[in-house]
């Protein structure tokens, strides 16, 4: 049986991921998503003990290392993005982000055993490559998820997570956001957003 972990890796892809500070300049994309899995685990570690914002302030910086967060909403976007300002662009990969991190510390509040294990890379399309991982409960099945990365001026950034390897954070995000785009204009979008990641905190 699927651990509580799956569910929640599946409830943050279907709601998730800056840009790297220069000391991970030239760092290898299996080196991120370790470094990566290793601070999420430092903060299901601290559990209760942290506390929400304890672990959001954890997975903040983790996050902002890992994830090309305006590559991500520009594709979650597709053709609509070109039209936004860079304003409001800005805007909305700020709010994406800052749910990026509520999802983290709402979803991952504790530690039961769990590891993650980080596979080897292998290419993909349009010059990315996918670093598989798994994440293993102490006993049960592990749930894989896959990093799209994709490496922009030396830097590898994940720009799209596949759960189970099928499931695609960017697809389902583009289907959420051009509806709530369509009809409510990117204020709409970036307020929904927010409302979300606000509603994580409890």
């Known amino acids: 049986m699927r651990s509580l972990f799956a569910a929640s890796v599946l409830a943050l892809l279907l709601w998730s991921g800056l840009a790297f500070p220069a000391s991970a300049q030239g760092v290898g994309p299996e080196a991120v998503i370790r ?34 967060m305006a590559s991500m909403t520009r594709s979650t976007l597709g053709t609509a993005a070109a039209k936004l300002t ?9 709010a994406y982000s800052d749910f990026s991190v509520a999802t983290y510390a709402a979803q ?5 055993g769990e590891r993650f294990d980080v ?6 399309t349009g010059g990315t490559v996918i670093v598989p991982s798994w994440l293993v409960p102490k006993s049960g099945d ?12 030396g830097q590898w950034r994940i720009v799209d997570v596949l759960f189970e390897g099928t ?5 389902v995000r583009r289907s959420e956001f051009g509806s709530i785009f ?3 204009g990117i204020a709409g979008l970036i307020e929904t957003i927010e409302k979300q990641a606000a509603g994580l905190d409890k």
């Open 142 to 153: 592990p749930t894989e998820i896959d990093y799209v990365m994709r490496q922009d001026q």
């Open 86 to 94: 860079p304003e409001d662009a800005a805007r909305l990969a700020q």
């Open 182 to 184: 369509r009809s409510k």
């Open 167 to 171: 499931v695609s954070q960017v697809a």
């Open 108 to 112: 991952f509040n504790e530690w039961n």
């Open 35 to 68: 470094t990566f899995s290793d601070r999420l685990l430092e903060s299901m570690k601290g559990g209760a003990k942290l506390g929400f914002k304890g672990r959001a302030e954890k997975m903040r910086p983790a996050v902002a290392d890992a994830y090309d």
């Open 119 to 124: 596979g080897d890379q292998r290419p993909s």
